[in-house]
């Protein structure tokens, strides 16, 4: 009998045992489970790696510096208005200004033969004489290839409210390799602004896209080149070229 109850509590103690090791089994698989949320924490950080990624990928893509851009511009040295006699043309320096903030080429229109005045009182009887007889006038050198450009910013001093006629040369020689192409008027002038330039040179490149134009006193060009360079990066940097 004795031996009875001896082996029974011997069992009741066996059992104790085994309940004790399965509870702590249990304790610590939930302990594990713990640990997922951690796994699953790390899955978002990586997430945000691969979209910042993304970010940095859609940027490049984006880019002005993915397009080719090119900075056609006619100025004059000289006798100027309001400024004397220049040895750097103002429209000149503006287009300087472009291509340093875009990293475009550069193209210079100058006449075949050099017939224009160094006095400003003769530059404007040249010129006013060239606008009565509609000339178009020729330019020198070999164009660049413009259908390797996808943005052409074009400038010209005004003269007598419009752009110089040598310009429409440019214009006309090449209309149908600007076709689809995004130009961008700029003007320097002395109280004309923009002077319609871009309605122009819409009218004669009508399958051009034509983005805003910017105008820029000739004055400042060769007197406050700060305030000039500031206005043609805040122009340039809201233009969709
Ligand atoms: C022939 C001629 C005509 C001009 N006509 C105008 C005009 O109609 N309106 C204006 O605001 N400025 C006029 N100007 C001033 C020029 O547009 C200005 O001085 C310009 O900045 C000159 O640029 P450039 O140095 O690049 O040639 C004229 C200048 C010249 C020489």
Redesign the pocket.
Known sequence: MKKDIRRGIYLLFILGILISMTACRSAGSSAGSQSTPETTESEPEQKEESSEEEAAETTDTVGTESSQVLVVF????GE????GV?DH????IVAEMIAEETGADLFEILPVDDHYPMT?AE??D???QEQNENARPAYAGETPDLAAYDAIFIG???????W?MIMYTFFEENAETLAGKKLIPF???????L?GFDKKLASTCPESIILEGMAI???D?QNDQDSVRENVNEWIAQLEY
């Open positions: 006619f100025s004059r040295t100027q208005y309001t400024v220049i043309g103002n429209t000149a400003y530059l404007t040249v010129a006013k010209a001093p005004v003269w007598w409210g419009d110089p003007s320097t002038h002395e109280g004309s602004g002077s006193r000739g004055n060009c």
